[in-house]
Nanobody, 120 residues
Framework: VQLQASGGGLVQAGGSLKLSCAASGRTSSLFMGWFRRAPGKEREFVAQIGWGGGNILYIDSVKGRFTIDRDFARNTIYLQMNSLKPEDTAVYYC???????????????WGQGTQVTVSS
């Protein structure tokens, strides 16, 4: 399965962006997730969603601002990001995850990344 992420861009603080991750083919992974890597920092888990649309998790710093969702018909997951902050600036990656919590050492495939830049 190949993952194609899109939707990144430049936005002012307080603005919104919606990321998409389209999967080519049927994924056998139980979960789909979003990660991000900010400049000079380690890759960070952001959110996950289960195959059935449940088992949703977020890191504390995005709770209440980000929403993960999936469209089964389009084989696509989304990350709606509202009230963006400069510290959300990062390259965002989608992933097929084998485990609850999306252990990055057990990711089946990664998308290519999409840049999100939030200006203050």
């Amino acid at each position: 399965v190949q993952l194609q992420a899109s939707g990144g861009g430049l936005v002012q603080a307080g603005g919104s962006l919606k990321l998409s991750c389209a999967a080519s083919g049927r994924t056998s992974s139980l979960f789909m997730g979003w990660f991000r890597r900010a400049p000079g920092k380690e890759r960070e888990f952001v959110a996950q969603i289960g195959w059935g649309g449940g088992n949703i998790l977020y890191i504390d710093s995005v709770k209440g601002r980000f929403t993960i969702d999936r469209d089964f018909a389009r084989n696509t997951i989304y990350l709606q990001m509202n009230s963006l902050k400069p510290e959300d600036t990062a390259v965002y990656y989608c992933a097929e995850c084998r485990t609850y919590g999306c252990d990055p050492s057990r990711v089946d495939s990664w998308g290519q990344g999409t840049q999100v830049t939030v200006s203050s």
